[in-house]
């Protein structure tokens, strides 16, 4: 037998190496090529995304926790294990105790979060518990950049913040149509956990919708203002630092702001929706404000409790309100064969809804054509509409009606536009000493006060440039350094423009009189 040619020997040896892959693929399950389909797509969605994720670094007063968090009333802190609740009180009280042993220095990054640019030229979104208190924010990009960074706007009932930078051309990420996120779609998180920079996480969206989270108590605002809460709860892992960092789709949009946790390792997140997030911002990009429409109503939604009720309002000479004993008995006959809706139990009568033709025990099904079944539908269907007339569809005795209503402007926290954070926004002054609030006429009424223009010290801390000049709480500030200050938003202008090294000149009254005083930082 004659040995065969070289070039068999060759052919077949290419032959083999051609066809081997394609032995492989065919032997590869459609369900592991699913799979790696899916793998490229979460690495896609990160690349995608973190180049438009910013980490913050924010430079806070130094009695403030861990990750940044005030831990007195934090609605973050209340939800956290008891064991990390121990440890960060530990460490808080060792951070006081040494700061309290050192002289005032420059403010020292300790609070970090998450944010995410959302317009090229400079704007971020996110949290405002993330900035609050701030001194010094510095925001870092993936590629290590990094640029100082001043407050747009904030705005406390949705826990939003926007912070601007000056620099073009960003990569801006997309906002998703939030109210077409369904539950059981992924959900990707990216921010800065724990200080661990570009951490990306993935889960499902868990439920949508999610109200009363956190009591209104603990968000920090005032009396009878409502936390604005829509939230997307999901099981994507979130912990301390990711606040203000983007839940996004797989198809890389941003379906929420992550806000909040459940205890640590539960998997139980919530973030702010995208649209309210993109309705907030932008309004605090335009005006440095969010303007809130309100009616003027206590409304019970459909799936309410109606046995027991506290009724705050009950005495108030300027609420009408349905009785307890009423609402007990209404219960399960309330809604009159309504499958949605909210139930007005009381009406301001000088708010907008006591203008209007509305009545007791009326039921809102719409607004504007809006199906509405809670007071936090109520609110979102109304956000935007202060001073724009409205018709509100109702059921009256089971009769279906049309009702138009112009809803008012619900005077919100103070905001900050375009102020680098020296003044605070809750009226604390770290470098003078003391804390102020404006005089509302229930305060005037409350502290039996005359006056009724300029800024109520409530707190003077010990020690500090206020106390030395012998200020105290009561006394009122009418002007800073010439100029009329009647809000939180003059004094932190005032602050701004003040040389706080060379003094600032408040214009006081004091035991009845006229006085001014000379408060300078460090002195």
């Given at each position: 037998?004659?040995?065969?040619?070289?070039?068999?020997?060759?052919?077949?040896?290419?032959?083999?190496?051609?066809?081997?892959?394609?032995?492989?693929?065919?032997?590869?399950?459609?369900?592991?090529?699913?799979?790696?389909?899916?793998?490229?797509?979460?690495?896609?969605?990160?690349?995608?995304?973190?180049?438009?994720?910013?980490?913050?670094?924010?430079?806070?007063?130094?009695?403030?926790?861990?990750?940044?968090?005030?831990?007195?009333?934090?609605?973050?802190?209340?939800?956290?294990?008891?064991?990390?609740?121990?440890?960060?009180?530990?460490?808080?009280d060792r951070n006081r105790k040494r700061s309290e042993s050192q002289p005032e220095r420059t403010p020292q990054f300790n609070?970090?979060?998450?944010?995410?640019?959302?317009?090229?030229?400079?704007?971020?979104?996110?949290?405002?518990?993330?900035?609050?208190?701030?001194?010094?924010?510095?925001?870092?990009?993936?590629?290590?950049?990094?640029?100082?960074?001043?407050?747009?706007?904030?705005?406390?009932?949705?826990?939003?913040?926007?912070?601007?930078?000056?620099?073009?051309?960003?990569?801006?990420?997309?906002?998703?149509?939030?109210?077409?996120?369904?539950?059981?779609?992924?959900?990707?998180?990216?921010?800065?956990?724990?200080?661990?920079?570009?951490?990306?996480?993935?889960?499902?969206?868990?439920?949508?919708?999610?109200?009363?989270?956190?009591?209104?108590?603990?968000?920090?605002?005032?009396?009878?203002?409502?936390?604005?809460?829509?939230?997307?709860?999901?099981?994507?892992?979130?912990?301390?630092?990711?606040?203000?960092?983007?839940?996004?789709?797989?198809?890389?949009?941003?379906?929420?702001?992550?806000?909040?946790?459940?205890?640590?390792?539960?998997?139980?997140?919530?973030?702010?929706?995208?649209?309210?997030?993109?309705?907030?911002?932008?309004?605090?990009?335009?005006n440095g404000r969010m303007v809130r429409a309100k009616l003027g109503l206590l409304a019970l939604g459909y799936k309410d409790?109606?046995?027991?009720?506290?009724?705050?309002?009950?005495?108030?000479?300027?609420?009408?309100?349905?009785?307890?004993?009423?609402?007990?008995?209404?219960?399960?006959?309330?809604?009159?064969?309504?499958?949605?809706?909210?139930?007005?139990?009381?009406?301001?009568?000088?708010?907008?809804?006591?203008?209007?033709?509305?009545?007791?025990?009326?039921?809102?099904?719409?607004?504007?054509?809006?199906?509405?079944?809670?007071?936090?539908?109520?609110?979102?269907?109304?956000?935007?509409?202060?001073?724009?007339?409205?018709?509100?569809?109702?059921?009256?005795?089971?009769?279906?009606?049309?009702?138009?209503?112009?809803?008012?402007?619900?005077?919100?926290?103070?905001?900050?536009?375009?102020?680098?954070?020296?003044?605070?926004?809750?009226?604390?002054?770290?470098?003078?000493?003391?804390?102020v609030k404006p005089i509302t006429p229930e305060l005037a009424k409350q502290m039996k006060l005359k006056q009724s223009d300029?800024?109520?010290?409530?707190?003077?801390?010990?020690?500090?440039?206020?106390?030395?000049?012998?200020?105290?709480?009561?006394?009122?500030?009418?002007?800073?350094?010439?100029?009329?200050?009647?809000?939180?938003?003059?004094?932190?202008?005032?602050?701004?423009?003040?040389?706080?090294?060379?003094?600032?000149?408040?214009?006081?009254?004091?035991?009845?009189?006229?006085?001014?005083?000379?408060?300078?930082?460090?002195?």
């Amino acid at each position: 037998m004659k040995p065969l040619p070289t070039t068999f020997f060759a052919i077949a040896l290419i032959g083999a190496n051609t066809f081997a892959p394609l032995l492989a693929a065919q032997k590869e399950s459609a369900a592991i090529s699913f799979a790696r389909q899916l793998n490229q797509a979460f690495i896609e969605v990160a690349d995608q995304v973190s180049p438009s994720v910013v980490v913050i670094r924010v430079a806070q007063k130094q009695d403030r926790g861990m990750f940044g968090m005030e831990l007195e009333g934090n609605p973050l802190y209340e939800m956290l294990p008891r064991d990390l609740r121990k440890q960060m009180e530990e460490r808080l009280d060792r951070n006081r105790k040494r700061s309290e042993s050192q002289p005032e220095r420059t403010p020292q990054f300790n609070g970090q979060g998450s944010g995410v640019v959302i317009r090229e030229d400079g704007y971020i979104l996110t949290n405002r518990h993330v900035v609050e208190d701030a001194q010094k924010i510095e925001v870092r990009f993936k590629d290590g950049r990094t640029f100082p960074a001043t407050i747009r706007g904030v705005d406390p009932r949705s826990d939003v913040a926007v912070l601007k930078i000056e620099a073009k051309g960003l990569p801006a990420a997309k906002f998703a149509d939030s109210d077409k996120t369904r539950v059981g779609e992924f959900a990707i998180a990216i921010g800065a956990p724990f200080n661990l920079d570009y951490s990306v996480t993935f889960g499902h969206v868990s439920a949508k919708g999610r109200t009363a989270i956190i009591p209104d108590a603990l968000a920090g605002l005032a009396p009878n203002t409502p936390f604005d809460q829509d939230f997307i709860q999901t099981d994507a892992t979130i912990n301390p630092g990711n606040s203000g960092g983007p839940l996004v789709n797989i198809n890389g949009e941003i379906i929420g702001i992550n806000t909040l946790i459940r205890g640590i390792g539960t998997g139980i997140g919530f973030a702010i929706p995208a649209n309210l997030a993109r309705e907030v911002s932008e309004s605090l990009i335009l005006n440095g404000r969010m303007v809130r429409a309100k009616l003027g109503l206590l409304a019970l939604g459909y799936k309410d409790d109606f046995s027991v009720r506290d009724g705050e309002n009950e005495k108030d000479p300027d609420w009408d309100r349905v009785s307890n004993q009423r609402l007990r008995e209404l219960n399960g006959r309330a809604f009159k064969g309504a499958t949605n809706g909210i139930f007005v139990a009381g009406i301001q009568k000088s708010g907008a809804a006591g203008k209007s033709a509305l009545k007791l025990e009326d039921v809102v099904t719409h607004v504007e054509g809006t199906p509405i079944s809670n007071a936090q539908e109520l609110r979102g269907a109304l956000r935007t509409k202060a001073g724009k007339l409205v018709t509100l569809s109702i059921l009256r005795d089971g009769k279906p009606m049309k009702i138009k209503v112009t809803p008012e402007e619900w005077a919100d926290e103070p905001q900050l536009t375009n102020v680098q954070p020296k003044g605070s926004r809750d009226g604390k002054s770290q470098e003078l000493g003391l804390t102020v609030k404006p005089i509302t006429p229930e305060l005037a009424k409350q502290m039996k006060l005359k006056q009724s223009d300029g800024l109520l010290i409530t707190e003077v801390e010990p020690g500090g440039p206020a106390a030395r000049r012998g200020l105290k709480p009561g006394v009122i500030i009418t002007e800073i350094n010439g100029k009329p200050v009647s809000d939180l938003r003059d004094f932190a202008i005032g602050l701004k423009e003040s040389d706080l090294k060379k003094g600032v000149r408040l214009e006081i009254i004091a035991d009845g009189s006229n006085k001014f005083e000379v408060l300078r930082s460090g002195e």
